[in-house]
């Protein structure tokens, strides 16, 4: 059974930071690229930041300079560092997987993120 468990968020003070957690169980995680997204109340889910299989990162805009991802293959996990937090920042994060081979794709239940200004 495939599952990814987000942690880490909570609520933190403008300029403060944050490090949420994404581990996952059930897949092959090293042949998965992991994505984090996070959506607003009101708003359309949007893409935060990503790693690749190879370890190659990509980030909104929104966040470059701020945020940043990394991967622990040993421990199934992904790490979203959040610096500098927004109150803009506010939304449940949620991580996905997905397969670069097969195509799968996986969403953990979401942590929320609050940001006070």
């Known amino acids: 059974q495939v599952q990814l468990v987000e942690s880490g968020g909570g609520l933190v003070q403008a300029g403060g930071s944050l490090r949420l957690s994404c581990a996952a169980s059930g897949i092959m995680f090293s042949i998965n690229a992991i994505h984090w997204y996070r959506q607003a109340t009101g708003k359309q889910r949007e893409l935060v930041a990503g790693i690749g299989s190879g370890g190659t990162t990509n980030y909104a805009d929104s966040v470059k300079g701020r945020f940043t991802i990394s991967r622990d293959n040993a421990k199934n996990t992904v790490y979203l560092q959040m610096n500098s937090l927004k109150p803009e920042d506010t939304a449940v994060y949620y991580c996905?997987?997905?397969?670069?081979?097969?195509?799968?794709?996986?969403w953990g239940q979401g942590t929320q993120v609050t940001v006070s200004a």
């Open positions: 996905n997987a997905l397969s670069e081979k097969y195509g799968s794709s996986n």
